[in-house]
């Protein structure tokens, strides 16, 4: 599977941004996707994911009622929805496919493939 990961760019505080994830190759399995995101000088850390069929979707604290994931498996693309952006959001956003474990969504360690990762930074 393929990732292609796009939507990041410049945005003011309280702004929004539309993240997308193409995925090609083997799309017609059940993968769970996530996203992920890394700041500078800081680990990777779990954003938010969402079952195959989209009927469950996972947050972290830090993006819960701000964030929101969907997907659209007949266009074989995810998508994660930014409202009311903050400066510390700033960061390197990754997709992710993967079969996590049940109730191991966070964990970037079940995510068997990666996208390139899409940049965005909120400014103060």
């Known amino acids: 599977v393929q990732l292609q990961a796009s939507g990041g760019g410049l945005v003011q505080t309280g702004g929004s941004l539309r993240l997308s994830c193409a995925a090609s190759?083997?799309?017609?399995?059940?993968?769970?996707m996530a996203w992920f995101r890394q700041a500078p000088e800081k680990e990777r850390e779990f954003v938010a994911a969402?079952?195959?069929?989209?009927?469950?979707?996972d947050y972290a604290d830090s993006v819960k009622g701000r964030f929101t994931m969907s997907r659209d498996n007949a266009k074989n693309t995810v998508y994660l929805r930014m409202n009311s952006l903050k400066p510390e959001d700033t960061a390197v956003y990754y997709c992710?496919?993967?079969?996590?474990?049940?109730?191991?969504?966070?964990?970037?360690?079940?995510?068997?493939?990666w996208g390139q990762g899409t940049l965005v930074t909120v400014s103060s």
């Open positions: 190759g083997r799309t017609g399995s059940s993968y769970v």
């Open positions: 969402i079952s195959w069929n989209g009927g469950s979707t």
């Open positions: 992710a496919a993967g079969y996590p474990s049940l109730g191991d969504t966070s964990n970037s360690y079940e995510y068997d493939y």
